[in-house]
């Protein structure tokens, strides 16, 4: 539900109705937590202690007046508030807040949150296999060629986030200066060193680690920021891909691109298997992470490509400071 369409709701409703339905403190704790963070009814059970048919049963009457707004991701159902400026509604997130401050489900949020990385780590920790690092194929580094048409003016920089095993570094490293390829997993930068190696890309430097990582940022940002960030299906394995945008974001220098690679929405669950958090991503909502960090906008659209789950392309460029 839009915010407008909430607001209306809640203005026409009653206010002793109003008044009834936030007299019941599971609701208010409801509200107050969805209010911190979009989270599944999964999560929500989990916090509040409560099989998913009660929080189910019991966030309904929120989200009839538009207290509540139901997204599904697959299978999943994620609850966030859409509150106004209305005194009642402020009262009840406080008072909300304070129960949850006191039963220590507000504390526990963050926790919950991490978890939708777990089995995405997993994943990606197994040992791989030794031997050779497997060929790229020709036709699938040229599906990436039009990622870079718009991202050639300066050239010093580039960062590949989530690297894996390194497919895009034989494109990036004839390009810039430098390259940094980033990723968590110990085994997949040893099967990319391999790689790189056996390539003489003499100018990528492997960094174990996160986008996130204050080190990163530190050692980025003394080399006057990044030219590229590219983050090439990375979101979805991520707990918040927002925060994820954000930090690759203060990766750039000004002017500088992002460079995102996603899958569009799909309903294929078995991916979680391999450690998707996300099936996929609205583009509406990819582009309001990416100005929400101070991107302007270059392009959003899907790529032409055999790839099932269907693939997206957004560039993002930061904005200059005056």
């Not at 599971?26 to 929080?55: I, K, N, Y």
């Not at 989200?63 to 009642?88: C, H, I, M, N, Q």
């Amino acid at each position: 539900m839009r915010m407008i369409e909430y607001i209306h709701a809640v203005t026409l409703a009653p206010r002793a109705n109003l008044f009834r339905l936030l007299g019941d403190e599971d609701r208010l704790r409801l509200l107050a937590l969805c209010a911190e963070e979009e989270l599944t009814v999964g999560e929500l059970a989990s916090l509040l202690g409560e099989s998913q048919p009660q929080v189910t049963k019991k966030s309904q009457p929120l989200r009839e007046v538009g207290l509540l707004s139901a997204r599904r991701d697959g299978t999943r159902t994620l609850l966030k508030s859409f509150v106004a400026a209305d005194p009642v509604i402020d009262a009840a997130l406080e008072e909300g807040r304070a129960l949850c401050s006191k039963d220590g489900s507000l504390a526990r949020i963050a926790s919950i949150v991490a978890q939708r990385e777990e089995l995405s780590r997993r994943f990606f920790d197994e040992a791989m296999p030794t031997g050779e690092p497997a060929p790229i194929q020709d036709n699938e580094l040229l599906g990436w060629l039009p990622l870079l048409a718009p991202l050639l003016p300066r050239r010093v920089l580039a960062i590949d986030v989530g690297t894996g095993e390194g497919t895009l570094l034989p494109l990036l490293s004839p390009l810039y200066d430098r390259v940094v390829a980033v990723d968590r997993s110990p085994a997949r930068l040893a099967r990319c060193g391999a790689r790189i190696a056996a390539m003489g890309l003499s100018n990528v430097r492997l960094r174990e680690g996160d986008v996130e990582d204050p080190g990163l940022a530190e050692d980025i940002a003394q080399r006057g920021g990044a030219d590229l960030v590219v983050m090439a299906r990375v979101l979805h394995h991520a707990a918040r891909p927002q925060d994820g945008i954000t930090a690759a974001t203060r990766l750039l220098r000004d002017g500088g691109h992002l460079v995102v690679v996603d899958y569009l929405p799909h309903d294929d669950e078995a991916m979680r298997e391999q450690g998707d958090v996300w099936l996929g991503f609205e583009p509406q909502k990819l582009r309001g992470w990416l100005e929400e960090a101070g991107l302007e906008i270059i392009a959003i659209h899907p790529l032409v490509s055999p790839q099932r789950p269907a693939l997206q392309l957004a560039v993002g460029k930061k904005l200059l400071r005056h």
